[in-house]
């Protein structure tokens, strides 16, 4: 079996999906060479697992990102370790969430949940990224798209799709669902846009896992255990193509509606 990339940076990697993400890719039979693991503050007591993980395997890289002069740094500190090959795969799973209901809503906290889930990721991350980006599509020597030649994933939840919207109406959350919704749009636009320079882009639904960011306090236990959706995650990264770029899918790769 094939790496699914040669190179994998993940967002948010010190806890949750982020790290069973990084756990999975370096445990698997064929792992990428190059796993860049950021989190804001990898060397604090927050990034412990973390850091564990990195000493056993050296293919982890541990990546500060905070800002824009930290993201910077980080492109800079990535090309370095991959010279002229490029990233081929950019998993963006770093996220705010926010319970906040319509009496309970400030504009302070919509704007934050944008700031994180929305401007940052597309301003900052993926435009400081995208050279990586393309000198990975560019150099694989490959045709179509997939993860193995260059691909941004963004882990998105069905709580942002308008469509499902009344089927969860006891958690409003306004302004992560809403955040998540924009998040999509974003998607979907990269991967119109993208798509000539060989650059893959889908959304996908991780499922409702039981994680310290989780909706467990709004809306009971999460069923799904992140060992399990990262699992089922990874499985559909393997499968995407040109045929999915664009596309909302769950980590089972089931489409979801927008």
Not at 90 to 115: K, P, Q, W
Not at 164 to 178: I, N, T
Not at 186 to 215: F, N, S, Y
Request: hydrophobic content about 45%.
């Amino acid at each position: 079996m094939a790496a699914l990339a040669r190179s994998v940076l993940v967002t948010g990697s010190n806890r949750g999906i982020g790290l069973e993400l990084v756990r999975q890719l370096a445990a698997s039979p064929r792992p990428p060479q190059h796993i860049f693991a950021t989190c804001r503050d990898p060397e604090s007591p927050r990034g412990k697992a973390l850091q564990e993980l990195a000493a056993q395997h050296p293919s982890i890289k541990l990546v500060q990102l905070v800002n824009l002069p930290s993201i910077r740094g980080a492109v800079r500190a990535v090309g370095s370790h991959l010279k002229d090959w490029g990233l081929n795969l950019l998993i963006n799973n770093a996220g705010v969430s926010s319970h906040a209901t319509l009496r309970s809503l400030d504009s302070r906290e919509m704007l934050s949940a944008f700031a994180t889930n929305v401007v940052g990721a597309l301003v900052s991350l993926r435009q400081e990224f995208l050279p990586l980006l393309e000198k990975a599509a560019k150099g694989a020597g490959k045709e179509g798209l997939s993860c193995s030649r260059a691909a941004v994933i963004n882990i998105s939840t069905k709580l942002g799709s308008i469509g499902l919207c009344l089927g969860v109406p006891e958690a409003p959350m306004y302004p992560y669902r809403a955040s998540k919704a924009a998040q999509n749009m974003v998607t979907r636009c990269m991967a119109a846009e993208l798509q000539d320079k060989g650059i893959l882009c889908v959304a996908i639904h991780p499922g409702w896992v039981k994680t310290d960011m989780g909706t467990e306090k709004v809306l009971g236990c999460a069923p799904l255990t992140v060992e399990h959706s990262v699992q089922g995650i990874l499985t559909v990264l393997a499968s995407l193509s040109q045929d999915t770029s664009g596309a909302f899918l769950d980590w089972e790769g089931n489409t979801l509606p927008w």
